[in-house]
């Protein structure tokens, strides 16, 4: 065929270019059409806007969580199937990305052995809680590997029986255990009573080294996050109003609450052994998820 233009046969037009028949005939198809090189493809298994809208709405009635964790919350409670990266996207496109959710993270530290199943370390800290112009003990025991909180005890005092009653009434519950006690250097984990009482308890004892505190991070995290989600945030009538209110929030953050250092499971989950087939579950609804977009996509 014969170029009107140059009285050139089009494939010795096309040699000369250097370029490939195919390459030619595309070009020709694309006459008048605007570029569009950087363009995204479209996928069938793209988000559809009913999604999207309850992304939006999600995370506009739960302010304040990130994203990752509002995947696996969406996920678990079968608002929507996507992954967090597409939550990202939603969310940053709507202007709701919560820029300030950051972890910042320590490399001291990393040599510690950590617990590879439920009841190897227990950690036990106190914390002050401010209650009507004076102080409350707050005295919390948390298992290493699943951040469960094994016991607490909210109390006037903070001597070593109080340590001890919570560490006894936390065997009590796990009868056969015997974690390793991990904590800081309080005058209270130190005393001659405390190790008396492990000994007697056939408990071993890991002291924090001093002036460095994030070696017991564990339980100071719990501590940060109960005080910022409802220390912080609710007043307390009385005694009894103060222990009812710490006991609920401690009960949604054993059972409810997604842990970000826990694959977005909750404490209970690798607790009790069903974290595999948490994660499993997850998996199969994203990828059911999937198959019925481009079902829709297709049939539409």
């Not at 996507?82 to 940053?92: F, M």
């Not at 949604?252 to 607790?271: F, G, Q, V």
Request: charged content about 25%; aromatic content about 12%; glycine content about 6%.
């Amino acid at each position: 065929m014969i170029h009107p233009l140059t009285n050139i046969s089009i494939n010795k037009l096309i040699g000369m270019v250097g370029i490939s028949p195919s390459k030619y005939y595309h070009w020709n198809r694309r006459i008048g059409q605007a570029n569009a090189h950087n363009a995204a493809v479209p996928k069938n298994n793209w988000i559809l806007e009913w999604e999207r809208e309850a992304i939006i709405n999600y995370a506009k009635s739960h302010i304040g969580e990130g994203y990752r964790r509002l995947t696996y919350m969406m996920l678990d409670e079968n608002i929507v199937a996507v992954s967090p990266s597409t939550t990202y996207r939603v969310l940053k496109s709507a202007g709701l990305l919560n820029r300030w959710n950051k972890v910042k993270r320590s490399s001291k530290g990393n040599g510690f052995n950590q617990p590879t199943m439920p009841h190897q370390h227990w950690h036990i800290d106190i914390k002050y809680v401010n209650f009507k112009g004076t102080f409350l003990f707050l005295i919390d025991i948390i298992d290493g590997y699943s951040r469960f909180i094994v016991n607490h005890e909210l109390r006037m005092n903070m001597q070593e029986y109080d340590v001890q009653i919570t560490l006894q009434k936390a065997l009590e519950k796990f009868p056969g255990v015997k974690p390793r006690i991990i904590s800081d250097n309080g005058s209270q984990f130190i005393s001659k009573d405390f190790s008396e009482y492990l000994r007697l308890a056939g408990l071993t004892h890991i002291k924090t080294s001093i002036g460095y505190p994030q070696s017991n991070g564990k339980i100071e995290k719990f501590h940060s996050t109960i005080n910022r989600e409802c220390l912080n945030r609710y007043s307390f009538i009385d005694i009894n109003d103060a222990k009812k209110q710490i006991k609920n929030f401690i009960d949604y953050y054993n059972t409810k609450r997604l842990h970000s250092s826990l694959s977005y499971l909750t404490p209970e989950d690798l607790l009790l052994g069903r974290a595999n087939e948490r994660l499993r579950e997850r998996k199969r609804k994203i990828q059911k998820a999937k198959l019925y977009r481009i079902e829709v996509r297709y049939a539409s």
